[in-house]
Nanobody, 125 residues
C-alpha cells in the first residue's frame, strides 16, 4: 500500500549524468508532496528536490540548474534527472512522499512518512 520502489543510480565520472526513478503505489503517489533526499557517509540526510501535486518544484541550492525533478502521472512515477554531476553529489538517494503541512510541501525529512529503499550514486573525479 505505502510503496516506493526506486531504480537507477550507479557510478559515473564527474560531469556525467544519471537518472533516478521511483515507482509509487496509487495511495503514496497521491500524497501532496514527493521529493528526493540524499545522504552522504557521515552526514545527515538532506533535501535534494521536491514537487507538489500541482507541479511546483523546489531545489537545494547545490543542485539548482543541474537536477530536474518530475512526475509522470500515467506511470505514477517520480524521477530525478541529474546532469553535470560532481563528486559532492555522491551518496544514497531516497525518494519520499509527504502529506501537506501548514506551509505547503515540507523540506525536512521528518515530515516524510513514506520512503524508498535508497539507491547509491557514486561520482568519481
Amino acid at each position: 500500500q505505502d510503496q516506493l520502489v526506486e531504480s537507477g543510480g550507479g557510478s559515473v565520472q564527474a560531469g556525467g549524468s544519471l537518472r533516478l526513478s521511483c515507482a509509487a503505489s496509487e495511495y503514496t503517489y497521491n500524497k501532496y508532496c514527493m521529493g528526493w533526499f540524499r545522504q552522504a557517509p557521515g552526514k545527515e540526510r538532506e533535501e535534494v528536490a521536491r514537487i507538489d501535486n500541482i507541479g511546483n518544484t523546489k531545489y537545494a541550492d547545490s543542485v539548482k540548474g543541474r537536477f530536474t525533478i518530475s512526475k509522470d502521472n500515467a506511470k505514477r512515477a517520480l524521477s530525478l534527472q541529474m546532469n553535470s554531476l560532481k563528486p559532492d553529489d555522491t551518496g544514497m538517494y531516497y525518494c519520499a512522499a509527504a502529506d501537506r503541512v501548514r506551509w505547503g510541501c515540507p523540506r525536512e525529512p521528518q515530515y516524510f512518512g513514506n520512503w524508498g529503499q535508497g539507491n547509491k550514486v557514486t561520482v568519481s573525479s
